[in-house]
């Protein structure tokens, strides 16, 4: 017996074993090749689909998300020019609030200049009224004292008196 374990090669198995050994390799091939491999395959497939998928999800947020930014781009724009054209708007309704204030307060001025010279003008007449009484009546007494008579009738005293105040007024007119 040593000469047969002598005789037999490691390397080269002996034909019934390597026929056993490849008969029992393509059943356990056909095995795996018939279920396993499939359910690979499927596994494999559902991997490929899902990761498609996740890239055309992907994709697609990032479609959306670029035109929700461009969107917002141009409400940010449309924002910006509404506001420069409100405050544009507010400054000129202040700048005619503020001349409409001017003109109106002008207006009030000059109204109460001319009722000032009114005022004036009517507080002179009755001043002058009261003065051309007041020196009617000295004058008219005083005429009387120097005349030695009464000079009470109401006509000759206002003649005396228009007369007098018109020589004073023609004195005064030179003068200037």
């Not at 461009?70 to 005619?96: D, F, I, N, V």
């Not at 003109?103 to 001319?114: K, L, N, P, V």
Request: aromatic share 4%.
């Amino acid at each position: 017996m040593v000469l047969a374990a002598e005789t037999e090669n490691p390397l080269f198995p002996p034909i019934p074993e390597l026929v056993i050994g490849l008969i029992a390799f393509v059943i356990v091939f056909g095995f795996l090749a018939k279920k396993l491999l499939p359910n690979i395959n499927k596994v494999l497939d559902e991997r490929r689909e899902a990761i498609e998928g996740g890239i055309e999800k992907a994709e697609a947020a990032q479609t959306e998300a670029q035109s929700v930014l461009e969107q917002y781009k141009a409400q940010l724009a449309e924002a910006r020019h509404e506001a420069a054209r409100l405050r544009q708007e507010a400054l000129e309704q202040g700048t005619a609030l503020k001349e409409e204030l001017r003109a109106e307060g002008q207006r009030q001025r000059e109204e109460i200049i001319a009722a000032g010279h009114a005022q004036i003008a009517a507080d002179r007449k009755a001043a002058s009224q009261a003065l051309r009484q007041d020196v009617g009546k000295l004058a008219t007494d005083l005429a009387g004292k120097l005349v030695g008579e009464s000079l009470e009738d109401h006509a000759r005293q206002s003649r005396t008196i228009d007369r007098f105040l018109s020589e004073l007024e023609e004195k005064a007119e030179a003068a200037r």
